[in-house]
């Protein structure tokens, strides 16, 4: 054996090399890199910046009175004192962290409860129309979660707090308390209204797969329907549901938008708009303390699920001796259950889009008569007088005139398609790696810091990129105010998802496929194009499509990024809604929704089943 390892090395070496050059290690190495630099690499500088002096820092009171000198880089805790022992405490965390677990907890039940309960009458039970409803239910999937939010203001704000009635008072003369108007309880109604979609969807396929003679060996042992739900369907259910919990949770704890058109109006903080405030007013080092704890929180928490399902043994709900999904018979009930499915889904997903679309032609806001219809706010020109004489939108043209718009409106289509393929080809490349690499150190890396930014809410992943490529870093020059910036965050954000659907789509291809186009001598970028490629491609479109989505109706992970010259239609209805133009932002918001819409259903041409294929079967 000395042999082998002196001569040369030649056997040794030959294996070492041939190891080393294999295509899963190569592209696991370069995807590393890449990975390293930006998942990794953001994560160490939010640590650095919330622990080191910036020249800001010289207006900091503890800073001035204790007479030091700032000097840039210096180690410092003043930024962990400020947040966690000062008497901005509570302003500045403690209130956010209360009001932040108030809304996600209460959002997290809420979206559960409506999500369960319609993936079983619609899984489990013979509701009509259950193909249509099941594709109906995941539309607040595709839209964002605050067009609702503008819907609700629209709808309940009152000349108090919002400087114009809505149409609760225009309609009843009424005025809805401020409760209802601004603050935690309609954050949370509104976030349900969109994230019980992720419930409905997981939940929907755990449903599916549970053999009813299970539950009907239940009821012939004497046991109820509910104690059939409760000991036997339940329990089989958990891990979706508790997945379903940490994925709403997760999300809600760094959701940005809803909070910010019905939170801040009111001065009611979160720790999302709260780091949204402080880097705003040159505060980041504590902004990246505040991140660092939505981090930790969003961490701890899927810590937590993975122990828990962990914990259980087994799971099996489909074996070897067949398989039967026998509907509950809801009898003369599931007229009534299907009405009020219907009345749910008109209020929660149809009637936010007609109020929004019905306040874009108001000329004045609070009156919601036909007299004052206009349609200035689509086709007006700038300078367009009413007939009192008065300028209409201070000038402003309508957004389909508008060229400022049609930038905006341009940004963000490029920026999806951008995000969209580039990271359908990530996610197909981090497949490759991972699923080749099974069992490799390095292929479980790749896989480990592609889930990364999962933890990382939006608005602290975005502040993160705004302070690390404020700055040159070696040859790579300042990309604050850069459309790059925009693509490099929303990518490395799509990573979670877009992983994922590579590495479904790559377990699905057999490695002697592969082998063979080897043997005829075809190299690995011809074997991945003419072989791999063709046989993934399901999960390419499907990434493309998830992409696409989620980058589109993004506004919390680019808030921060954005600039005049980069602005993109989600951030163009905050500084809208920001500035009181309601009609801009809510024509603009029916416009994001269209794209999205339109560009969900021509990637849908490609997939070969729908949202809700499978569900209603």
């Known amino acids: 054996m000395s042999d082998t390892l002196t001569v040369g090395g030649s056997p040794f070496l030959r294996r070492l090399i041939r190891n080393i050059s294999l295509p899963q290690r190569v592209l696991g190495f370069l995807l590393m890199l890449l990975l390293i630099y930006f998942v990794l690499m953001p994560a160490i500088n939010l640590v650095y910046t919330s622990l080191t002096y910036s020249i800001a820092d010289r207006r900091l009171p503890q800073v001035v009175d204790a007479g030091k000198e700032v000097v840039p880089g210096q180690f410092t805790l003043v930024h962990l004192q400020r947040v966690f022992a000062s008497p901005l405490t509570e302003k500045m965390f403690l209130k956010p962290l209360r009001n932040t677990m108030i809304i996600t907890l209460g959002l997290t039940t809420t979206a559960l409860l409506i999500g369960c309960v319609l993936a079983w009458v619609m899984v489990r039970s013979n509701l009509p129309g259950k193909r249509t409803l099941a594709s ?3 539309i607040p999937y595709i839209i964002p979660s605050w067009p609702i939010a503008l819907a609700w203001i629209n709808i309940f704000k009152n000349s108090k707090i919002g400087g114009s009635i809505g149409w609760f008072e225009y309609l009843s003369g009424i005025t809805p308390p ?116 939505m981090i930790i929180i969003s961490g701890l928490t899927i810590y937590m699920n993975v122990k828990v399902i962990g914990a259980r043994k087994s799971f099996v709900t489909i074996a070897g001796k067949g398989f039967r999904a026998k509907p509950v018979d809801l009898g003369r009930w599931k007229y009534v259950i299907l009405v009020i499915i219907l009345i ?66 341009w940004n963000s289509i490029r920026l999806a398609v951008s995000v969209s393929i580039l990271a359908a080809i990530l ?103 003419k072989i791999i490629y063709p046989l993934t491609m399901s999960g390419f479109i499907a990434g493309i499509m998830l992409s696409f989505i989620t980058t589109m109706r993004e506004l919390s992970l680019i808030v921060l990024l954005v600039t005049p010259k980069t602005k993109v239609l989600t951030t163009m209805i905050y500084r809208y809604a920001e500035g009181g133009y309601h009609q801009f932002g809510d024509a603009i918001t029916v416009m994001v929704v269209a794209i999205s819409l339109t560009g969900t259903l021509l990637i849908k041409k490609f997939q070969k089943t729908g949202l809700g294929k499978g569900i209603g079967d």
């Open 427 to 529: 996610g197909i490349l981090l497949g490759y790696a991972i699923v080749r690499g099974k069992g490799t150190k390095l292929g479980a890396a790749c896989d480990s810091l592609s889930f990364a930014p999962y933890i990382f809410p939006g608005v602290a992943f975005g502040a993160v990129y705004l302070s690390m490529f404020a700055k040159p870093i070696g040859p790579i020059p300042a990309l604050y105010g850069t459309f790059t910036i925009l693509v490099l965050v929303s990518l490395a954000k799509r990573l979670p998802f877009s992983s994922r659907t590579g590495t479904a789509a790559m377990m699905q291809v057999h490695q002697e496929l592969e082998e063979a186009g080897s043997l005829m001598g075809a190299g690995f970028f011809k074997r991945f194009v």
């Open 136 to 138: 109906l239910a995941a």
């Open 344 to 409: 749910f889904f008109v209020l929660g997903i149809f009637a936010p889009l007609y109020v929004l679309t019905w306040q874009t032609f108001m000329e004045k806001d609070g009156d919601y008569s036909l007299s004052n219809f206009t349609l200035h706010y689509w086709i007006g020109k700038a300078g367009t007088l009413n007939e009192k004489g008065k300028v209409l939108a201070e000038g402003e043209a309508g957004i389909l005139r508008n060229a400022s718009i049609w930038r905006g409106a």
């Open 178 to 293: 401020d409760w209802l108007s601004y603050g935690a309880v309609p954050i949370i109604i509104c976030l349900s209204l969109h994230y019980y979609a992720y419930a409905f969807i997981i939940v929907s396929g755990a449903l599916a797969s549970i053999d009813s003679r299970l539950e009907e060996t239940g009821e012939l042992l004497g046991a109820s329907k509910l104690q059939v739900m409760r000991k036997i369907t339940l329990p089989l259910v958990l891990p979706s549901i508790l997945s379903a919990f940490i994925l709403t949770f997760s999300k809600g704890i760094g959701t940005f938008g809803t909070p910010a058109f019905l939170g801040l109006p009111v001065r009611f903080f979160t720790l999302s708009t709260q780091l949204y405030s402080n880097v705003k007013n040159n505060l980041a080092g504590d902004a990246y303390v505040l991140a660092m704890v």
